[in-house]
């Protein structure tokens, strides 16, 4: 690797860290900067896979010595979760990967979209009572959001964050610690598989690891400093340009 290749990948790392420790979406960004920096893309999404598990097991960390976010649910949902992703990594989707893109582009708008139709979504707490058929819906979506975050992951920090808010009556700060928890679980499932099918350059993913590592240290305080208010703004900005990415780019 140049050194020119490595300052980039270190700049364009941490600021995907950061990113996608408040709000999600890093991947869309880690993973193009993997390809230009000279990988196939089998190998990007492995390195990429690699790198976050270091982003969002520090992200969780840091979390919960703030906010005191909920383990044993994220423990509960990421082991479905995870179960997905094993699969995602080491299956072949059958789906075309640009038509696959555009679904996630049409979700993630709409996801943006429910944010900011519904003013105090995700601002604060709410006390919801799940029953049984709330419960077999989130295990579904944990398995479903699994599968494709070992498959690729761009913008699934930000899907669990939404399913948190909606279902769990989360604010945008407690879903993000628990989401970072989930993912760091599924993405360590998921470089096991890549590794086992040497689809994972460990010099690359160790500088990527670096950048992420200080992405999550200062997504984390930018986060608790903006705030619920902030965070959801970000979320819905985040939603539109992943969405515009992932269709025309």
Known sequence: MEILTAIILLAGGLFAGVLNTIVGGGSLI?????IASGLPVHLAVGTNRFAMVFNTGVGAIDYHNKVKYDTKMALFLASFASVGSYLGANIVLQIDEKILEYIIAVLMLSLG?????KKKLGLVEREITLTNKNYLVI???????????????????????FV????????????????????????????????LNNSIDFYYGTVLAIS??????????????????????????????????LIFF
């Open 113 to 117: 979209s429910v944010i900011l139709y």
């Open 164 to 195: 948190f808010i909606s279902y769990f009556g989360k604010n945008f700060i407690q879903s993000a610690g628990i989401t970072r928890f989930i993912v760091s679980i599924l993405s360590m499932v998921a470089v096991i598989s890549f590794t």
């Open 212 to 245: 992420f590592v200080a992405g999550a240290k200062i997504g984390v305080k930018l986060a608790l400093k903006a705030g619920n208010v902030w965070m959801r703004r970000l979320f819905v900005v985040l939603a539109v340009i992943s969405s515009i990415k």
């Open 139 to 161: 295990i579904i979506l944990s398995f479903l959001l699994g599968i494709y975050g070992g498959f690729f992951g761009g913008g699934i920090s930000t899907m669990f964050t």
């Open 30 to 34: 880690s993973v193009p900067l993997l």
